[in-house]
């Protein structure tokens, strides 16, 4: 299939414009407020440690602090519960494990 050279020259002239009309894309920074980790198991758990050590790790490397929740209770149902109603601005975040996984399985999940 052959353009006509007058074709050819119009796409050409519209590609070359394209980005100079469209406004420039920039990535905000994340996070921009205090992050919530959220548990379900109880404080001093190994999960808790691990996760504490997590956090103390994105705090230094993102710059906002990383605040861990312990939310024990309903085989960690209840934590996830609360992250399911919290804003989605990106700022509560989950911490899971198999406990979920089998919930979800056995059909026990209040989240169904």
């Known amino acids: 299939m052959k353009i006509p050279r ?4 119009r796409l050409a002239a519209g590609a070359a414009t394209l980005p100079a009309l469209s406004p420039g894309a920039s990535a905000q920074t994340y996070p921009t407020a ?3 980790l959220v548990l379900g198991f109880q404080p001093g758990a190994q999960v808790t440690s691990f996760a504490r050590i997590v956090g103390q790790w994105l705090q230094n ?3 906002q602090p990383f605040v861990i ?10 934590a996830a519960e609360m992250v399911v109603r919290a804003p989605p ?11 979920n996984a089998i919930a979800r399985s056995t059909k026990t999940s209040i989240l169904i």
């Open 6 to 9: 007058r074709r050819f020259l």
């Open 34 to 36: 205090p992050v919530r």
């Open 61 to 63: 490397r993102l710059g």
């Open 69 to 78: 929740e312990n939310r024990p209770g309903g085989g960690s149902n209840t």
């Open 89 to 99: 601005d990106g700022h509560t975040l989950y911490w899971t494990t198999s406990a």
